[in-house]
């Protein structure tokens, strides 16, 4: 099993920044991947961004150029600027491995 612990989400106006947060604990393989999903209300849940545990990051279209996701251990770290209000979601982050396991979603309004 792996826990994820997410923190970081709240509520901005647009073009300002988050980080949010997510650190796996558990039973953690040496090659893995973590990142995030979003899910707005209505939509389906998407792909974010993700980082391999040798640091190789993806990339939605939607975020690229505004969002970073980064690594430190087995803590995940998404920096988000130029926040828009089509960012307004539930973040989830998600860590994969043999199996894929979900941390409970942190809310991000991006709202004036």
């Known amino acids: 099993q792996v826990q994820l612990l997410e923190s970081g989400g709240g509520l901005v106006q647009p073009g300002g920044s988050l980080r949010l947060s997510c650190a796996a604990s558990?039973?953690?393989?040496?090659?893995?991947?973590m990142g995030w999903y979003r899910q707005a209300p209505g939509k389906q849940r998407e792909a974010v961004a993700s980082?391999?545990?040798?640091?190789r990051a993806n990339y939605s279209e939607s975020v690229k150029g505004r969002f970073t996701i980064s690594r430190d251990k087995n803590t995940v770290y998404l920096q988000m600027n130029g926040l828009k209000p089509e960012d307004t979601a539930v973040y989830y982050c998600?860590?994969?491995?043999?199996?894929?396991?979900w941390g409970q979603g942190t809310q991000v309004t991006v709202s004036a």
């Open positions: 998600h860590y994969r491995g043999v199996k894929m396991f």
């Open positions: 980082i391999t545990s040798n640091d």
């Open positions: 558990g039973r953690i393989f040496s090659v893995y991947s």
